[in-house]
C-alpha cells in the first residue's frame, strides 16, 4: 500500500461548481501538505501549503487537513474551465525533504 | 528569466546509450530533486541534493547518476538507457534548510524521454 491515496478520477463538473479533491495518507508522521496543480505537458505548480491541521484559504482555493483522521482536501469553489488539470497531493515529514505524492486527480470543468 | 529550466524538453535515445537530462535554476535554492512521472506511478523520486557536492538516493535510482559541481546545476545521467526509463522527468528544487518554506518544492517544465 502506498502512503499517499489519491482518486485518479476523472472528475467532470459544470462551470461554478464546488470542486471537492481528497487524499488519504498512512504515515502519521507527515505533517507538511502540498496541492499542486499539473496542466497537460507542464510541470506541477504549486498551489497551496498547510502546515500540520487546520483550514487555509487562498481566493477560490481551501486547503483542508485533518490528521486524525490522515486526510486531505482542496476545495475549488466558483470552478472555471481553467481549472481543468491534474491535481496532486503531496506530504512531508519534518526534515524529509523528499515529497510524497498521490498519483494525481484528473480535473475537467465543463463549459 | 529566473526560475527552473530543463533542457532537452524531448528525447529519443536508443537502448544502451548514455543520456544527460539538464536542470538549471536561477533562485539559489540548496535543494534539488529529480522526479519522474509515470501513467499508474505517478511523481517518484530518483535522486535529491542538499548542496553542492551532497546526492542522496530517492525511491528509484537504480540506471541513474547524479552530480552537483554548483549550486545551480543538477543533471540527471542514464548510464545506459533502457526501456523501462521511457518517462516524463522533472527537476525540482526548494530553498535550504531552516527556511519557512522548506518544503515547497518548485519544478521544471519537465523532459520527455523516449528510449526506443
Known amino acids: 500500500q502506498k502512503e499517499v491515496e489519491q482518486d485518479p478520477g476523472p472528475l467532470s463538473v459544470p462551470e461554478g461548481a464546488i470542486v471537492s479533491l481528497n487524499c488519504t495518507y498512512s504515515?502519521?508522521?507527515?505533517?507538511?501538505f502540498m496541492w499542486y496543480r499539473q496542466y497537460s505537458r507542464k510541470g506541477p505548480e504549486l498551489l497551496m501549503y498547510t502546515y500540520s491541521s487546520g483550514n487555509k484559504e487562498d481566493g477560490r482555493f481551501t486547503a483542508q487537513v485533518d490528521k486524525s483522521s490522515k486526510y486531505i482536501s482542496l476545495f475549488i469553489r466558483d470552478s472555471q474551465p481553467s481549472d481543468s488539470a491534474t491535481y496532486l497531493c503531496a506530504m512531508t515529514r519534518p526534515a524529509g525533504y523528499a515529497l510524497n505524492f498521490g498519483k494525481g486527480t484528473s480535473l475537467l470543468v465543463t463549459p | 528569466d529566473a526560475g527552473i529550466t530543463q533542457s532537452p524538453r524531448y528525447k529519443i535515445t536508443e537502448t544502451g546509450r548514455q543520456v544527460t537530462l539538464m536542470c538549471h535554476q536561477t533562485?539559489?535554492?540548496?535543494?534539488m530533486f529529480w522526479y519522474r512521472q509515470d501513467l499508474g506511478h505517478g511523481l517518484r523520486l530518483i535522486y535529491y541534493s542538499a548542496a553542492a557536492d551532497i546526492t542522496d538516493k530517492g525511491e528509484v535510482p537504480d540506471g541513474y547518476v547524479v552530480s552537483r559541481s554548483k549550486t545551480e546545476n543538477f543533471p540527471l545521467t542514464l548510464e545506459s538507457a533502457t526501456r523501462s526509463q521511457t518517462s516524463v522527468y522533472f527537476c525540482?528544487?526548494?530553498?535550504?534548510?531552516?527556511?519557512?518554506?522548506?518544503?515547497?518544492?518548485?519544478f521544471g517544465p519537465g523532459t520527455r524521454l523516449t528510449v526506443t
Open positions: 533562485w539559489s535554492h540548496s535543494y
Open positions: 504515515n502519521s508522521a507527515f505533517q507538511y
Open positions: 525540482a528544487s526548494s530553498e535550504e534548510a531552516g527556511g519557512p518554506h522548506l518544503y515547497e518544492q518548485y
